[in-house]
């Protein structure tokens, strides 16, 4: 188990290469859910420094907050609501570039100006969210989707 995160610089794709052989570290004998996602969100907001980086879980036909890095959050989101419960909805990942152009946008903080939702899927089930947001506009393209989506696979193996 690997227990220092390696700040790098770099472009967001080198980034993004020196971060995943550090989580699978991270998660490497460890089978305890909150700490694997406790420090994924935590390795992913030291890396990128993003506004928030957190986990919703799926509980009957909501998201319940899981664990985070960041401003205090809100607790509950309604299947189909907001990016978060539209992404649950969807099964798909969904990048915002301005928040408060998606329809029913659900806003924590109105600090949150971007955001990236990509679904936790296992065997075919979506049992949760990562939710990342970010202070600038137009953060998150189809690069931190490739990415985000080989890290919170991780959580499978």
């Known amino acids: 188990m690997a ?3 390696h700040i790098i610089q770099g472009s967001k794709e080198e980034q993004y290469q020196a971060l ?5 570290g991270l998660l490497t004998g460890e089978n305890n859910l ?20 957190g986990f919703y879980l799926v509980d009957q036909n909501e998201l319940v907050l899981g664990p985070f890095q ?22 798909k990942t969904l990048i915002v ?11 924590c903080s109105s600090l949150s ?9 296992n065997e075919g089930q979506i049992w949760g969210v990562l939710d990342v947001d970010s202070s600038e506009y137009n953060q998150f393209n189809e690069t931190d989707q490739l990415y985000l989506e080989q890290i919170v696979a991780l959580l499978n193996d």
């Open 97 to 107: 570039p301005d928040v408060e152009k998606f329809p029913g946008h659900i806003a």
């Open 34 to 53: 909150v700490a694997n996602l406790a420090n994924m969100a935590a390795a992913l907001k030291e890396q990128f420094g993003w506004f928030w980086v």
């Open 113 to 121: 100006k971007s955001e990236i939702v990509v679904p936790l899927i």
């Open 3 to 5: 227990e220092d995160l």
């Open 70 to 91: 960041g401003p205090v959050a809100c607790t509950r989101i309604q299947k189909g609501r907001g990016v978060c419960g539209t992404s649950w909805t969807q099964e």
């Open 20 to 24: 995943i052989p550090q989580i699978k």
